[in-house]
């Protein structure tokens, strides 16, 4: 294949901006906002698990509480009753007046009981109360650091991507002005050679691979046409030739 030495060192420029490219791709894929909203999300995942189960825990204990209590003033209830008939001289049977004694007493033990079961539910309710107080501040706090992070990650991507569409512009120009089969050979090998098509041979080295010519090599590059466009006997890549070859 033959090219202008012009259009070979135009290449050259083409290379340079797609390297500028590629660095600003990996730079926006390498933010250290990514990492920071990835571990956050991560954090905010958990906590609001966690806060899910909390309220979850409340709002049991808060059902509990209501039952337990209704069944304290049910008894109550039921006791204040039995003590007006005793109190009436309604009843004036012996048995009967025991027997509703019994009931009494009786009715008084059970909501003793259901007061203690009262106060568990409620201890246990408020340390839940106090867990749900607790994971929400903290949700809140992640979510702060997860929205300066993801403002700082937007801001940090837009930049670059208007540096990466200015490029790809002047890209898009250089490269209109080089032939088209010498772009498609350079674009075949830029895929092939991580990035780099295209290298220039810089006293006596190919920069692409960074490996030297030897003596023969460096000989059938002088003897080359100047149009001849020459591929690296190392890496493959095209070789540009410039007024620092060395040759």
Do not use: W
């Not at 204040?80 to 007046?97: E, F, H, M, V, W």
């Not at 990035?195 to 692409?208: D, F, P, T, V, W």
């Amino acid at each position: 294949m033959n090219a202008a030495p012009a259009d070979q060192i135009r290449l050259l420029d083409v290379q340079a901006l797609d390297l500028r490219l590629s660095r600003l791709a990996h730079r926006r894929k390498s933010l250290p906002e990514h990492a920071e909203i990835d571990a956050l999300t991560k954090d905010l995942n958990q906590l609001r698990d966690l806060l899910v189960a909390a309220q979850t825990e409340e709002s049991d204990t808060a059902r509990e509480q209501t039952k337990a209590e209704q069944d304290v003033d049910q008894v109550r209830q039921r006791a204040a009753r039995d003590q007006q008939r005793l109190d009436s001289g309604a009843i004036t049977s012996p048995k009967d007046l025991e027997s509703l004694q019994r009931e009494i007493v009786s009715l008084a033990k059970r909501q003793g009981d259901l007061e203690d079961v009262v106060l568990d539910v409620m201890e246990r309710r408020e340390s839940a109360q106090e867990r749900v107080t607790e994971l929400t501040q903290r949700v809140d706090s992640v979510q702060a650091k997860f929205d300066d992070a993801t403002a700082r990650r937007d801001t940090a991507v837009g930049a670059l991507d208007a540096e990466a569409a200015e490029v790809a512009k002047e890209r898009e120009t250089v490269a209109a002005a080089v032939p088209a089969d010498l772009l498609k050979v350079y674009e075949k090998l830029r895929v092939q050679q991580g990035g780099i098509g295209a290298a220039r041979l810089y006293q006596r080295r190919c920069e692409g691979c960074q490996l030297e010519l030897n003596i023969t090599e460096v000989n059938d590059v002088r003897s080359a046409a100047a149009d001849k466009v020459l591929r690296c006997e190392n890496c493959g890549r095209i070789l540009v030739r410039t007024s620092e070859s060395g040759l």
